[in-house]
C-alpha cells in the first residue's frame, strides 16, 4: 500500500510541475532535457526542450493572439500580404490544417511588438541563434542535430538528419514579400528578433543540407517562429 501511494504521489507531482521532462543523450554524452508547456491563449501544449542553457520550444509557434489577448491580423490575399507595413500571420496556403503540423508564419513586424511569444517567453535575438548553433558544433554541424530526422515532412534526401537535440525543425516554407507560398517541405526558416538596417535576420536550413544558414531578409516576409524562455 505504501509503494502505491508513493507512486500516485509521484505521477501527481509531476502533473502539477505542468511539465513532465525526460533527459536524452547522444553519443557524445550531451544531455538533452525535453518537456512541455501549455500556452495559456489557446491551450495548446508545445514539446518543449533544453539545449545547453537554452529552453525552446520544440515547434513552431501556432498562435493567433499576443500575449496580451489582443489578436494578430491574419492577412489571407496576395496583394494584402504585399502591402503590408504592419503586424501579420498566416497559415501556409492559407490552411489552417497545414498550421498543425508547421505552424504560422509571421512577418517581422509582428515579430517586432515583443508579444508574439506567450509571457515568460520571447523570440530569440541572432545572438542566442548563434549560441544555440555554437553549442552544438557550429552552424556546419547543428542543422543535423534540429532537424526533424527522415522525409515524412522534410524533401529527400534530408541530408545528414538525426534531430538528436530534439528540436524538430520542420520545412515550413516562407510566404514572400509579394505574398506567394514556398519551399514547404524543402525548407524551413525562422526568424530572429534582431534587427539589420531595413532587414531582420533569420535562420534557415534545406533538406539537401546539414547547414544552420544565416542571413537577413526584408520584414515583410512570412516565416516561421521559435520561442526560447525568458
Known amino acids: ?87 501579420a500571420y498566416c497559415w501556409y496556403d492559407n490552411d489552417p490544417d497545414i498550421g498543425n503540423t508547421y ?4 512577418n517581422w513586424y509582428a515579430v517586432n511588438t515583443g508579444k508574439l511569444c506567450p509571457t515568460g517567453w520571447h523570440v530569440p535575438s541572432d545572438a542566442e541563434w548563434t549560441a544555440l548553433t555554437d553549442y552544438l558544433g557550429g552552424k556546419i554541424f547543428a542543422g543535423c542535430k534540429l532537424k526533424e530526422a527522415g522525409t515524412v515532412h522534410w524533401n529527400s534526401p534530408n541530408t545528414g538528419a538525426t534531430n538528436e537535440t530534439g528540436f524538430t525543425a520542420l520545412p515550413g516554407g516562407g510566404r514572400g514579400y509579394e505574398g506567394k507560398f514556398n519551399s514547404i517541405g524543402g ?5 530572429c528578433a534582431t534587427e539589420y538596417h531595413t532587414n531582420a535576420w533569420l535562420r534557415y536550413m534545406y533538406y539537401y543540407s546539414g547547414n544552420v544558414y544565416r542571413s537577413n531578409h526584408g520584414k ?10 525568458d
Open 103 to 106: 505552424g504560422a508564419l509571421y
Open 187 to 191: 525548407g524551413g526558416y525562422w526568424w
Open 220 to 229: 515583410e516576409n512570412g516565416y516561421s517562429v521559435r520561442c526560447v524562455r
Open 1 to 87: 500500500m505504501a509503494r502505491k501511494i508513493l507512486i500516485i504521489s509521484l505521477l501527481s507531482l509531476c502533473f502539477l510541475s505542468h511539465s513532465c521532462k525526460k533527459e536524452i543523450a547522444n553519443d557524445n554524452n550531451d544531455i538533452y532535457e525535453e518537456g512541455t508547456f501549455t500556452d495559456p491563449r489557446d491551450g495548446i501544449v508545445y514539446k518543449t526542450v533544453k539545449i545547453g542553457n537554452q529552453v525552446w520550444m520544440a515547434e513552431n509557434l501556432k498562435a493567433t493572439k499576443y500575449s496580451d489577448g489582443t489578436d494578430i491580423p491574419n492577412v489571407t490575399s496576395n496583394y494584402g500580404w504585399y502591402d503590408q507595413i504592419s503586424d
